[in-house]
Structure formats: structure tokens, C-alpha cells
């Protein structure tokens, strides 16, 4: 157990849903990163939260958006959901906004059909 | 733009047999490299920060090398609990106060008894 709990660990949906993702991170962390890893592209970084701020944006689409709430957890909300979002979703912590180490959950397996 | 490249994509040993993984990347900034571990379907597991040109860590088995524009992964005497994906990620910032780490698309190794 990494301590960054990723919740639900399995998601399947239908095209044009929306989906909430939750991610609790490590004791003590305040940064939460976001990580989109399909097959044919690796690991994509999406965004970053540092104690409830946005500090950094990757290449998310606008039909995904997150946030992070006053105790740290965060949560990635995907709208209307495409076959091209099926993807594993995982969450990273680390107690700076720019860590020495990066703690990863177990992801969440999305399959949109 | 951030750019990570791995080789091989694939590497099957002999149980004993060492090897080296490569890690190629060019970034604006390097602020660390980080080495993970990924077995099926599970979240990278942290190996190694490596942050200067120079550098070298060790764990076990494993051994990393950092230059200024390459990494290694050196495994000695692999066994076969060594099979999983070997990720290596760049880390650099964003904007003033945010980070992001860009992934390559790993080395699959096995390890054969």
C-alpha cells in the first residue's frame, strides 16, 4: 500500500457520461498530480494541485476538469466521455509543490463503451 | 518540449544475466530523473531521484547513472521478481511554482529462470 487511495478502482460508462474520479493523497503530502496512461501513449501528465491551488496544466482536455478540496483529497470529473478516454487514471502525491519523490496510487481502470 | 526516450522497448534475460536500460531525454531545465518500477495494471512504484550529472544511486539489484544527457539502469544478477516495466521520467517546472514529470514509454523486462 503506497498510502495515495484511489477510488473507484474499476469504471465502466457509456460515451456522453460523466465520471468522478476521487484520489486521497499520502499523509502529510499537499501536491496532487494527475496522470492519464492509455496504451498507445504512456503516461500523460494532466494537472497539478499544491494545498488546494492549481499550479500546473498538462495537456487535459477541456471536457476534464479537477480540483482539490480543503483535506487534500482531489477529485478529476470527465464529461462527456469519449472510447478514447478509456484509460488507466492515476494519482500522484508529494509533500512540496515540487517533490523529490513522487507516491503513486493503484489508478483507476476507466473503460468507456 | 520535454522528451524522454527509452531502449530497448523489450529486454528478455536469463535469470544472472545483467543488463543496462537506457534512458535519453532533453528537457528545459532538469530538475530531477526519476526511475520507477511498473508491474501489470498497478501504479509505478518509486525507484530512484537522480539530480545531477554524475550521480549514482543504488537499490538491491539496480544501479542508476545520470549524464547530462542520458540515464542508465544497470541490473546485476537479475532475478525473475525483477520482470515489470522500467519507467524514466524527467522532472521540470512549470510556470514559477508548479512541476510535471514527462514519462517514456518504458522497458519491458523479463527475467527468465
Known amino acids: 500500500d503506497s498510502g495515495v487511495t484511489q477510488t473507484p478502482k474499476h469504471l465502466i460508462t457509456a460515451t456522453g457520461q460523466r465520471v468522478t474520479l476521487r484520489c486521497s493523497p499520502r499523509s502529510g503530502d499537499l501536491s496532487v498530480y494527475w496522470y492519464q496512461q492509455s496504451l498507445d501513449q504512456g503516461l500523460q501528465f494532466l494537472i497539478q494541485?499544491?494545498?488546494?491551488?492549481?499550479?500546473a496544466k498538462g495537456n487535459i482536455l477541456e471536457r476534464f476538469s479537477a480540483q482539490q478540496f480543503p483535506d487534500l483529497h482531489s477529485e478529476l470529473n470527465l464529461s462527456s466521455l469519449e472510447l478514447g478516454d478509456s484509460a488507466l487514471y492515476f494519482c500522484a502525491s508529494s509533500v512540496g509543490s515540487v517533490g523529490s519523490g513522487y507516491t503513486f496510487g493503484s489508478g483507476t481502470r476507466l473503460t468507456v463503451v | 518540449e520535454d522528451q524522454v526516450t527509452q531502449s530497448p522497448e523489450a529486454l528478455r534475460l536469463q535469470e544472472g544475466e545483467s543488463s543496462s536500460l537506457n534512458c535519453s531525454y532533453t528537457v528545459s531545465g532538469l530538475r530531477g530523473l526519476f526511475w520507477y518500477r511498473q508491474d501489470p495494471g498497478k501504479g509505478p512504484e518509486f525507484l530512484f531521484t537522480l539530480y545531477s550529472a554524475g550521480e549514482e544511486k543504488e537499490k538491491e539489484r539496480l544501479k542508476a547513472t545520470l549524464t547530462k544527457k542520458e540515464s542508465f539502469l544497470h541490473i546485476t544478477a537479475p532475478k525473475p521478481e525483477d520482470s515489470a516495466t522500467y519507467l524514466c521520467?524527467?522532472?521540470?517546472?512549470?510556470?514559477?511554482?508548479?512541476?510535471?514529470?514527462?514519462f517514456g514509454e518504458g522497458t519491458q523486462l523479463t527475467v527468465n529462470p
Open positions: 494541485y499544491y494545498n488546494g491551488e492549481e499550479r
Open positions: 521520467a524527467v522532472q521540470s517546472w512549470v510556470g514559477t511554482s508548479g512541476s510535471r514529470l514527462t
